[in-house]
């Protein structure tokens, strides 16, 4: 079986960090670029960070450049977003992802983490 399992969220204050992991199952992460999304209620889906298996390059959403930090760790199958610097306005469902290279379409998707960020 294929699949995306994403942990880490919670409730935290703002100012505080959490750690989004995402684990893979049934395919072998390391040949995939990987990514992370998130969908805030009345808002539209938006990508926060992605890193392209070619070269390593990252991508931030411009909200969350400087505070957050994607990575993989292919000995363990696994992809993190590290959060820093938690603001309100990052509360949502978090959604881990990974993408064939040359491919447009994401190939596999997590079932989402809820992260709140609030007092």
């Known amino acids: 079986q294929v699949q995306l399992v994403a942990s880490g969220g919670g409730l935290v204050q703002p100012g505080g960090s959490l750690r989004l992991s995402c684990a893979a199952s049934g395919f072998t992460l390391d040949y995939y670029n990987i990514g992370w999304f998130r969908h805030a209620p009345g808002k539209k889906r938006e990508g926060v960070s992605c890193?392209?298996?070619?070269?390593?390059?990252?991508h931030y959403l411009g909200s969350v450049k400087g505070r957050f930090i994607i990575s993989r760790d292919n000995a363990k199958n696994t992809m993190y977003l590290q959060m820093n610097s938690l603001k309100p306005e990052d509360t949502a469902v978090y959604y881990c992802a990974a993408k064939r290279p040359g491919i447009s379409e994401w190939d596999y998707w997590g079932q989402g983490t809820q992260v709140t960020v609030s007092s």
């Open positions: 890193i392209r298996l070619s070269d390593n390059n990252t």
